[in-house]
């Protein structure tokens, strides 16, 4: 989502403000997008999934393992 802002009646030091703000929010989106990338490995190490025969096993039966 892309937001306008007009800054035109702000004051350098608020304008500065929100520019740390921006970077900030964009730095914890970078950080949280790693993390998602390693969570579900790291539950699959903890979490095996186990097959009988080799048989295809089904989405949900990947998702409902406990």
Request: aromatic residues 8%; hydrophobic residues 40%; proline residues 3%.
């Amino acid at each position: 989502m892309m937001t306008t802002i007009n800054v035109s009646e702000l004051k350098p030091e608020q304008i500065k403000y929100i520019e740390e703000i921006i970077l900030a929010l964009k730095a914890k989106n970078k950080l949280d997008e790693n993390k998602s990338q390693f969570d579900m490995i790291d539950y699959l190490l903890e979490n095996p999934l186990e097959v009988d025969d080799l048989e295809f096993i089904t989405r949900e039966e990947i998702y409902d393992k406990k």
